[in-house]
């Protein structure tokens, strides 16, 4: 039984092969922690139904970064006593994005049993976990009853539900001018200092809004481009800038060329590609602001670059996603 319908969830769903498994999410769709009703329809349609295999395309530069946490990588299990005594846990980086290629996610069902459309997932719409059993008795190690009033068996429950993060364990005093507060404690966009003295925050623990702000101290406008997910690929950006915060602040003098990083979009035009492929670009005043892309459409790095050097597009217009032009040699 797998609760939750954000990223953790749908990683396990994409995984999990051979193995009965009953998703509960509380949305009319898959994955409304990212998508809306219709990126969502065509991801369950094309990948999730149908069963399609997309995960050989892995990047080089994940592989790498795999392996540069699996060094750091510790396993807890219920077994390891130590996990409960906190003086003794030792903080350790998380594991990082890809983490699901260490492991083989297959499950005892008869492989014959089960074809190649995923119908081994049943979907529960609308609905989320209202009690859990695991008395001894029962047939199953764990019973769970739904909102819905269905009940399953199952030998266990991932519940991917959000993370809070411990924050407040800092007293934040919210006064700082120019500051954005997020989760009762704020923090400057700008410098990414709390309002303790040198104490800085990034990641998971901040909600920042880089793309309403000007630095108004050397005229840069915030990156327009940024929209914050509690992703991986971000959580890597703002460690880097405010790691560049803490070394401007440390010399007491001005990095020339510090990122400034942020974005936001207002106008939104949107195509379906052929069955295989989903493109969605965003676009405000004739520049590509942002895009989702599902399957092999090959755009990302054209679009990538699109975003970064802010050609203005306006003149192309909807041949932008015309599949019989190639618009990464066009650009190139
Ligand atoms: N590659 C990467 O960088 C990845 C990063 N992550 C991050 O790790 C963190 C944890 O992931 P995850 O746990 O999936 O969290 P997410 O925030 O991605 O998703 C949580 C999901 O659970 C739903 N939810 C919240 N409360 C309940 C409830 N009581 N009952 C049922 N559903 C509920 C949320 O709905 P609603 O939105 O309506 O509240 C949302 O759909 C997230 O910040 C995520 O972004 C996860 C996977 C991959």
Known sequence: ???????????????????????????????????????????????????????????????????????????????????????????????????????????NVDASKINQKNENITIEYGTTIKSIDSDDGCEWNIMVELENGKSYGCDFVVSATGVLTNAMEIDFTPQMPDATIQNGYTVNGETMQTTIPNIFSAGDVCNIQWNHQTNNNNNNQYHQNWFQMKLWSQARIMGRYVAQCIAKKSVEKEIDDIDIISTSFEFEFRTDYSSSQYVRIYLYKGRLRGAILIGETDLEETFENLILNQIDLS?????????????????D
């Open 1 to 107: 039984m797998i609760v939750g319908n954000g990223g953790i969830a749908m990683e396990l769903i994409h995984e999990i092969k051979s193995c009965q498994v009953v998703w509960a999410i509380k949305d009319t769709h898959i994955g409304n922690a990212f998508f809306d009703q219709e990126p969502s329809s065509f991801l369950y349609n094309h990948y999730y139904k149908n069963g399609e295999d997309n995960n050989n395309n892995e990047d080089e530069d994940d592989k790498k970064i795999d392996n540069e946490i699996d060094n750091n990588l510790k396993i807890y299990d219920s077994n390891n006593l130590d996990i409960y005594d906190k003086s003794k846990v030792s903080r350790n980086s998380s594991i990082g994005p890809q983490w699901y290629n260490k492991y083989k996610f297959i499950g």
């Open 315 to 331: 003149r192309y217009g909807q041949e932008l996603l015309n599949p019989n032009i190639d618009i990464e040699d066009y650009f």
